[in-house]
């Protein structure tokens, strides 16, 4: 079954650069609250920590880092990332963050998974896309399935976050079953 995308995007995605990396960035990670299953929400990061982070990825072509950006306003509103790249196999891992909580809600989310996969699938020439999320994330689990990422599997207590313990959903799409028109 393919997936077929009419979309009308409102926002786009772009390079991440270093100029990226200040404090907007740095309290989207840091803000446990909106976003509890990011590693950060178990330790404070610094902008040296977010910049080590930056330089260590953005040179690897095994990953790919992207800001999310409202179209209207140019805003940088939140990133996305394919990582992990094995071209022998031709899959990869996704990632992303709608970190600007004014943007939430807003459908941005499925846009930027659906960018993300064109991007993986007809630059990258991947045929697996795949990740995992807290299935207590209940916003970014409708996101996933709206952007056409099927469930495959739970992994059990796989995230630890705010002080227990939360499975979750195994996700993929497939070359074959996303299609772009």
């Given at each position: ?43 404070k990061v610094s902008l040296e920590d977010l910049k080590k982070y930056y330089e260590m990825h953005v040179n690897n072509t095994n990953n790919y880092l992207f800001a999310i ?43 930027s998974l659906i960018q993300l996969f064109k991007f993986g699938f007809q630059d990258l020439n991947l045929n697996r896309i795949y990740g995992k999320v807290a299935l207590s ?45």
């Amino acid at each position: 079954m393919s997936i077929n995308k009419h979309i009308k995007s409102n926002i786009y995605l772009r390079a991440l650069e270093i100029e990226d990396i200040n404090n907007n960035y740095l309290e989207w990670i840091n803000d446990s609250k909106s976003s509890p299953f990011l590693l950060s929400s178990r330790r404070k990061v610094s902008l040296e920590d977010l910049k080590k982070y930056y330089e260590m990825h953005v040179n690897n072509t095994n990953n790919y880092l992207f800001a999310i950006c409202d179209k209207a306003t140019n805003s940088h509103i939140g990133n996305a990332r394919l990582y992990d790249i094995d071209t022998f196999d031709s899959n990869g891992v996704f990632g992303w963050l709608i970190g600007d909580v004014s943007y939430r809600g807003r459908g941005l989310g499925t846009e930027s998974l659906i960018q993300l996969f064109k991007f993986g699938f007809q630059d990258l020439n991947l045929n697996r896309i795949y990740g995992k999320v807290a299935l207590s994330n209940l916003a970014a689990l409708r996101s996933c399935e709206k952007a056409g990422l099927i469930q495959e599997g739970i992994c059990h207590e796989s995230f630890f976050s705010n002080g227990k313990f939360h499975d979750a959903a195994y996700l993929r799409i497939l070359k074959s079953e996303f299609s772009i028109s």
